[in-house]
């Protein structure tokens, strides 16, 4: 009997201990990233940032939420996924390099990751070089962001900052022109801007209260 108790006991403090450290499972799911993705990546980043990062490395120091607005996994994943810009984008000028995101949640929750956290992804303007992107699935009126993506996004922010301490910025890609002229922000064309209304201010609230642990900071003013 004593030893059922204690095997009960020890069940227990395992799976709490488990519970507690609330560890996302994350499924890589790699995009293409060869030596010209690498090469596009690098050439971005000195083009339009004059930064010089070997191999495209970036320092987190912000995520940025998304949405896809498009209806389902394969296609979001096959948007990313080409390593050249389609032609349909021709607003996001000269650069060939596509966009991407290092993450992308499934409506359910389930999160991929899709290439290596350190490398810059092109997901927001004048920020991709400290900024790690998480986008969406969903986002149209008929397949809205999910509870499951709320939960599924915190998780993998508890997960980041833990990993990279330096992270102290939480924006919706809506939010982004907020950062232009702060020390933060490197584009160097002040005419490249594109409109952008994901996630919204609520999903952005509503991942924000399940992470308020972490401590966002207030977003830096522009400079005078
Ligand atoms: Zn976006």
Redesign the pocket.
């Known amino acids: 009997m004593k030893q059922l108790f204690y095997a009960i006991v020890f069940l227990c403090t395992g799976l709490m201990a488990v519970w507690g450290q609330k560890k996302p499972i994350i499924v890589d799911r790699p995009i293409s990233f060869g030596p010209e993705r690498v090469s596009m990546t690098q050439q971005y980043m000195k083009e339009r940032y004059l930064i010089d990062a070997p191999s495209g490395k970036i320092s987190p120091k912000m995520v940025?939420l998304?949405?896809?607005a498009i209806p389902s996994l394969e296609a979001s994943f096959n948007a990313f996924d080409p390593e050249h810009l389609p032609a349909y984008r021709p607003e996001l000028g000269r650069n060939g390099l596509n966009v991407s995101a290092h993450f992308l949640v499934d409506q359910d929750g389930t999160i991929y990751r899709l290439m290596p956290e350190d490398m810059m992804a092109r997901?927001?303007i004048g920020l991709n070089h400290l900024a790690i992107?998480i986008?969406n699935v969903g986002g149209t009126a008929d397949m809205p962001l999910t509870p499951l993506q709320i939960k599924a996004n915190a998780e993998l922010l508890k997960y980041l900052k833990k990993k990279y301490p330096e992270i102290k910025y939480l924006i919706g890609?809506?939010q982004y022109t907020e950062l232009e002229g702060t020390e933060l922000w490197k584009e160097i064309d002040p005419g490249y801007k594109t409109t952008?209304t994901?996630?919204g201010d609520r999903f952005v609230w509503l991942v924000k209260r399940k992470t308020r642990k972490l401590r966002w900071h207030p977003l830096p003013k522009p400079k005078q």
Request: proline share 8%; aromatic share 8%; no cysteine.
């Open positions: 940025v998304h949405w896809t997901h927001v992107g986008e890609h809506h952008k994901d996630p």
